[in-house]
Structure formats: C-alpha cells, structure tokens
C-alpha cells in the first residue's frame, strides 16, 4: 500500500493555513457596525482570537483586558453604558477592529416561526408602512434560517442594519411594529433580532432540557418516525416526479403532488435552538416576543405544548442568565383550517404560560384570517405584544389584557365562568355570544346560550343536559368577540367544567 504523503501534507498545510487566518482577534456578527448594546446592564464583549492573544477592549471611557482560554474564547465585561449614542467600540490585539454607530438602548428577540418571520412588505398598508420605517433609532438583525445538530456560536452571514424601507422590509412585521411602539414609548433606541424558522417547539429547545424531563419522551419517538419514513417518502416524491415528467411529456395531466415531508432539519430537537438561539445568549437582552404554535398544532405535539412551552422558557432564561427575562407569548389567532382539538391545546398552552414569571400573553384571537394561517394584520400584534411588554417588563401602569379565563362551574343548568382583567365589565362588541361552545358525555360541541351578570358569564344549552366542557375562541374561523371595558379582547381558552 502506498502512502499519499504529499496530499496528507497538503492537507495539513492547508489546516495550519486555517488556524493562522482566525488567529486574528474576530468578533461574532452580533458585535458589529450600527449595533444595539443593552442598557442598564454590564457591556459583554466576546470572540475568539489566538490563545497566546492579549485583547483590550475599549468603549465609552472604559477599558478591559484578557486572555483567550485554552480554545481562542474570550470576553470582557465593561461597566453599564450610557443610553444614547451613536457611540464607537475598539478592540486591540494583533489586529484593531473598529465598531462604529453604536446606540445604547433595549434588545428584543422575536422568535417562532413563520407568522413571527412574516415581513413587512406583506402586511396591510405595506406601502405606508414601509413610507413611514425610516426609524434610526431603531435596529434590525435578522439571523438566517438554518438548523444545526450542535450549538453555534456566531450567526454568521447576518448584520445589523438601521431601519429603513429597504432594510425593514423583509424583516418580522410582528417585531417592527412591536419595536417601533416601545421605541415611542421609552424613547430610547431599540435593537430588534429576529430569529424565526417554521419547525416545532422542540426545535427551539436545548437537547439537555429537553432530556432533563422525561414526560417529553414522545416527542423523540415523533423524531423516530420521522426519519424511519423518511426513505419511503423519498421514493413515493422521485415515483410522483417520474409520473409527472412522462405526463408532461405526453401533454397529459399531472397527478396530484403528494403530501410534502415536513423537513428533518426542521422538526429535529433541539436543532433550531442550536442555529439561531444559542449564538444569541452571550448578548445581554431585555425580553422575548415568542409566536410560534402552528408546527406543533398536530394531535401528536399538541397535548405536550404547554410543557415544552414552559421548559422553552426556562430553558431560554438559563442560557441567557440574566434572570427571569420578560417572555411576551402571542397567543394564536381565530383560524377556520387545521385540527380544532389540537390548535385549542396549543393555545391553552399558550394561556397557562401566564402563570410563568414574568410572562404575558398578547392575544389575536379577533384578528385572525379564517382562511388562511398568516393573517395579515400584524399591527395590532405588534401593538398588543408592546402593551404587554409596558406591563411586564417596564412596570408601567397600564391595563394590558383581556379577559382570561380563571373557573367553569356547572351551577344546576347552567355553566359559570370567572375571568381576570374584567376591568370595566365584559362586552360583546358586535353581539355574537355563540362563539361560546359546551359539551356533553359525546364529546360534541354545541353553541351556548350567554348571558352576562356582572363580569361573569353563565351558559346554557337545552340539547347539553349536563355540560363537561367549554370552549371559546373562533374554532370555525370566525373572530372572538369577547373584550373587557377597555376594549382588550378575550383569550381563547378550552377547558373541562366542575361541578
């Protein structure tokens, strides 16, 4: 046998060739021109560099060195800096690296997958939106959608860029409109990451947190599934594609496509957390803007939403280690399509996330489309998230939600129902109570008869002798029209009926 000694050693310069191009002192894309650093919070500075490297990093007045460790990562933390800006960055070692524009002000991550990834361009009055979205002070970054089976340490290939019509435009609508209302309302500057992929909860949860609860094993054997089908499906597409190209051909008809595989990358635990989550947590945040649910609105992932949700949050907390951040959950909106049992879980789910420390929930339930899962009206999302972030994570005063559901009790023959946030009484803005629905033994649903007492609500139906459940929240389409007196609308909620 005869040795490549020539390749091998090529292959060994070409490695040597590798080290020495990121023995330079390198920062992640996080830190970078027209940049967003928290306030109020010590300046975390990070990268890698040679292990032999001395790094000084300097920023308003401040200066501090270091040591990369045994594997080229470094960081450095500087006192709180001053809100404001534009202000500059230096960082010395064997190279200098100037960061320049930077503002001083409020980070949030918008996350989920495609209703929080839907951009601006497509929303209602995209062209007056887009007119009015020269917003200096505010900043986008928009990490690139990718999976990964390990955790990232940079989101490479994205950059912050100030807002305008043409950077705005293709970034979440939901996030804009959220940034631009806390940005009026704080008056500081304000840095917006979007960070959305259309995969289940599980993807944007760490494996070891994941792994950690044992009750969530069913979403592995889902995983298992998945792949074990894989190869089936690969070969019933490639049998299609054939039938196809010859029908075509023949200038015949095409068969019906079949059902597309949903993506492995995509619904792999852990995945999306590792790509486009864990290259974030090394920079200090304010809070989360989470709208996801309509990946793990399936009879499969539903019943376990509310876990991962919970555990998501944690999770995510953990990681970022500042504490209890501010989640704003943005509850799914009124849909016509899709598993009614399944879509009502994930959004109990999503109501329960309130119990949560400093977790609020925005609700859409009245401005959704019936027919289709991407409402385009994201104004009011973004409006109501902002509300919700006022309240939770800047203590103002303000009545920021809608009635949540609290208690069923069957009182004779009739179904009493408690909310919080009634201030100002219960109102039916346009007087379509039969969005109420109950349930016998035969599991069927039926339209209640309503009336208001107070700031309850009692329930009946004569064909529902003696009801088990109830629900509320536009499961054939149709917008929510329940609201308090300061025109906040009802979450949508399903839940069992005591007696």
């Given at each position: 046998?005869?040795?490549?000694?020539?390749?091998?050693?090529?292959?060994?310069?070409?490695?040597?060739?590798?080290?020495?191009?990121?023995?330079?002192?390198?920062?992640?894309?996080?830190?970078?021109?027209?940049?967003?650093i928290?306030?109020?919070?010590?300046?975390?500075?990070?990268?890698?560099?040679?292990?032999?490297?001395?790094?000084?990093?300097?920023?308003?007045?401040?200066?501090?060195?270091?040591?990369?460790?045994?594997?080229?990562?470094?960081?450095?933390y500087?006192?709180?800096?001053?809100t404001?800006?534009?202000?500059?960055?230096?960082?010395?070692?064997?190279?200098?690296?100037?960061?320049?524009?930077?503002?001083?002000?409020?980070?949030?991550?918008?996350?989920?997958?495609?209703?929080?990834?839907?951009?601006?361009?497509?929303?209602?009055?995209?062209?007056?939106?887009?007119?009015?979205?020269?917003?200096?002070?505010i900043?986008?970054?928009?990490?690139?959608?990718?999976?990964?089976?390990?955790?990232?340490?940079?989101?490479?290939?994205?950059?912050?860029?100030?807002?305008?019509?043409?950077?705005?435009k293709?970034?979440?609508?939901?996030?804009?409109?959220?940034?631009?209302?806390?940005?009026?309302?704080?008056?500081?500057?304000?840095?917006?990451?979007?960070?959305?992929?259309?995969?289940?909860?599980?993807?944007?949860?760490?494996?070891?947190?994941?792994?950690?609860?044992?009750?969530?094993?069913?979403?592995?054997?889902?995983?298992?599934?998945?792949?074990?089908?894989?190869?089936?499906?690969?070969?019933?597409?490639?049998?299609?594609?054939?039938?196809?190209?010859?029908?075509?051909?023949?200038?015949?008809?095409?068969?019906?496509?079949?059902?597309?595989?949903?993506g492995?990358?995509?619904?792999?635990?852990?995945?999306?957390?590792?790509?486009?989550?864990?290259?974030?947590?090394?920079?200090?945040?304010?809070?989360?803007?989470?709208?996801?649910?309509?990946?793990?609105?399936?009879?499969?992932?539903?019943?376990?939403?509310?876990?991962?949700?919970?555990?998501?949050?944690?999770?995510?907390?953990?990681?970022w280690?500042?504490?209890?951040?501010?989640?704003?959950?943005?509850?799914?909106?009124?849909f016509?399509?899709?598993?009614?049992?399944?879509?009502?879980?994930?959004?109990?789910?999503?109501?329960?996330?309130?119990?949560?420390?400093?977790?609020?929930?925005?609700?859409?339930?009245?401005?959704?489309?019936?027919?289709?899962?991407?409402?385009?009206?994201?104004?009011?999302?973004?409006?109501?998230?902002?509300?919700?972030?006022?309240?939770?994570?800047?203590?103002?005063?303000?009545?920021?939600?809608?009635?949540?559901?609290?208690?069923?009790?069957?009182?004779?023959?009739?179904?009493?129902?408690?909310?919080?946030?009634?201030?100002?009484?219960?109102?039916?803005?346009?007087h379509?109570?039969?969005?109420?629905e109950?349930?016998?033994?035969?599991?069927?649903?039926?339209?209640?008869?309503?009336?208001?007492?107070?700031?309850?609500?009692?329930?009946?139906?004569?064909?529902?002798?003696?009801?088990?459940?109830?629900?509320?929240?536009?499961?054939?389409?149709?917008?929510?029209?329940?609201?308090?007196?300061?025109?906040?609308?009802?979450?949508?909620?399903?839940?069992?009926?005591?007696?």
């Amino acid at each position: 046998m005869k040795l490549n000694l020539c390749g091998g050693l090529a292959v060994f310069i070409a490695g040597l060739t590798t080290i020495r191009a990121h023995a330079e002192v390198r920062v992640p894309t996080l830190i970078g021109d027209h940049m967003v650093i928290q306030r109020d919070q010590p300046v975390h500075i990070w990268g890698d560099a040679d292990p032999d490297e001395s790094i000084t990093v300097s920023f308003q007045g401040a200066s501090a060195s270091t040591k990369p460790d045994e594997y080229g990562r470094w960081r450095v933390y500087l006192p709180p800096a001053k809100t404001g800006g534009p202000y500059e960055l230096e960082i010395r070692g064997t190279n200098t690296i100037h960061i320049k524009d930077i503002l001083v002000g409020d980070i949030w991550v918008g996350s989920g997958q495609s209703n929080m990834g839907f951009n601006v361009a497509r929303v209602d009055h995209a062209t007056t939106e887009l007119a009015g979205a020269d917003q200096p002070k505010i900043r986008l970054f928009h990490v690139q959608q990718k999976a990964s089976d390990y955790p990232l340490d940079d989101a490479a290939g994205a950059s912050w860029a100030v807002c305008s019509p043409e950077s705005v435009k293709d970034f979440s609508a939901v996030a804009y409109f959220f940034g631009r209302k806390i940005q009026d309302d704080q008056k500081v500057p304000i840095g917006l990451v979007e960070a959305a992929f259309g995969g289940p909860a599980e993807a944007w949860t760490s494996l070891r947190a994941l792994g950690d609860d044992a009750s969530l094993m069913p979403l592995f054997e889902a995983r298992a599934k998945l792949t074990e089908d894989e190869t089936a499906l690969i070969l019933r597409d490639n049998i299609w594609q054939h039938r196809s190209d010859v029908a075509k051909a023949a200038g015949k008809p095409i068969p019906p496509a079949p059902p597309p595989r949903a993506g492995l990358a995509l619904f792999g635990p852990a995945n999306l957390f590792n790509a486009m989550i864990a290259p974030l947590t090394p920079m200090r945040i304010r809070g989360v803007i989470w709208y996801h649910g309509e990946s793990s609105s399936d009879p499969v992932r539903a019943p376990y939403y509310g876990r991962v949700l919970q555990t998501l949050i944690s999770d995510w907390r953990a990681h970022w280690g500042e504490g209890d951040i501010p989640f704003v959950v943005v509850q799914l909106a009124n849909f016509g399509g899709g598993d009614p049992n399944a879509w009502g879980l994930v959004r109990n789910a999503q109501l329960r996330s309130v119990s949560v420390r400093n977790t609020g929930l925005a609700v859409t339930n009245d401005i959704g489309n019936p027919d289709d899962v991407h409402p385009t009206n994201k104004q009011d999302v973004g409006a109501r998230a902002a509300l919700v972030a006022r309240a939770i994570a800047y203590r103002e005063q303000v009545k920021y939600s809608g009635p949540l559901f609290t208690s069923a009790t069957l009182l004779q023959n009739r179904v009493r129902l408690t909310f919080d946030h009634t201030e100002g009484g219960l109102v039916f803005r346009d007087h379509r109570p039969y969005d109420f629905e109950i349930a016998g033994s035969d599991g069927v649903f039926l339209p209640a008869e309503v009336k208001v007492e107070g700031v309850e609500l009692f329930l009946s139906n004569p064909k529902v002798t003696t009801p088990l459940r109830v629900r509320y929240g536009g499961y054939h389409g149709l917008p929510g029209d329940l609201y308090n007196g300061e025109g906040l609308p009802a979450a949508a909620f399903v839940a069992d009926i005591k007696n």
